[in-house]
T-cell receptor, first 110, second 111 residues
Framework: NAGVTQTPKFRILKIGQSMTLQCTQD?????MYWYRQDPGMGLKLIYY???????DKGEVPNGYNVSRSTTEDFPLRLELAAPSQTSVYFC?????????FGPGTRLTVT | SQELEQSPQSLIVQEGKNLTINCTSS?????LYWYKQKYGEGLIFLMM?????EEKSHEKITAKLDEKKQQSSLHITASQPSHAGIYLC???????????FGPGTRLSVLP
């Protein structure tokens, strides 16, 4: 099993551009999560999903959108990127116990 | 909404010393998770606690959940440089869907 994979690993965006962060898991987990981690800070939940077709907002959803058309994939969409969205983004999945994290995507918006 | 606080915010210890990190919740904990993050990398799962009074150990790391299920501690015995990193506690809401992390404790171990 590859676990949780994220692409890209790094990305630089200009203000106002859009992009999609990809997240895929091969463990058939129902729950998937997107977090952001700002420098020196903990993780904040952006969106989560409890199964295909079901998504819900976390603590900091503004400026982001998600979809969950399949169990495996949970892409995060940034529309009109802003400098405040500069962060490291982590995707995670779980069944009932602990979450399994991807390696992260480091995004810079300038 | 549930909030988690961690103390201390950062910790510098000499190799071989013991240390404790605390995690306090604003609400009853239904599932408490400890993770370690090496700088610039993803999170590694350490332990999960669910029952009041529960204690788990793995190698030199012991985690406890108090009887009231609102506080957890992570204790490292005879610390090593490999223990350095950021330790985060995380918790489920009572529906097991939403998830919140504490701000993390940054640990440095001096050789």
């Amino acid at each position: 099993n590859a676990g949780v994979t994220q692409t890209p690993k790094f990305r630089i965006l200009k203000i106002g551009q859009s992009m999609t962060l990809q997240c895929t898991q091969d463990m058939n987990h129902n729950y998937m999560y997107w977090y952001r981690q700002d420098p020196g800070m903990g993780l904040k939940l952006i969106y989560y999903s409890v199964g295909a077709g079901i998504t819900d907002k976390g603590e900091v959803p503004n400026g982001y959108n998600v979809s969950r058309s399949t169990t495996e994939d949970f892409p995060l969409r940034l529309e009109l990127a802003a400098p405040s969205q500069t962060s490291v983004y982590f995707c995670a999945s779980r069944d009932r116990g602990e979450q399994y994290f991807g390696p992260g995507t480091r995004l810079t918006v300038t | 909404s549930q909030e988690l606080e961690q103390s201390p915010q950062s910790l510098i210890v000499q190799e071989g010393k013991n240390l404790t990190i605390n995690c306090t919740s604003s609400k009853t904990l239904y599932g408490l998770y400890w993770y370690k993050q090496k700088y610039g990398e993803g999170l590694i799962f350490l332990m999960m606690l669910q029952k009041g009074g529960e204690e788990k150990s793995h190698e030199k790391i012991t985690a406890k959940l108090d009887e009231k299920k609102q506080q957890s501690s992570l204790h490292i015995t005879a610390s090593q440089p490999s223990h350095a990193g950021i330790y985060l506690c995380g918790a489920d809401d009572n529906y097991g869907q939403n998830f919140v992390f504490g701000p993390g404790t940054r640990l440095s171990v001096l050789p």
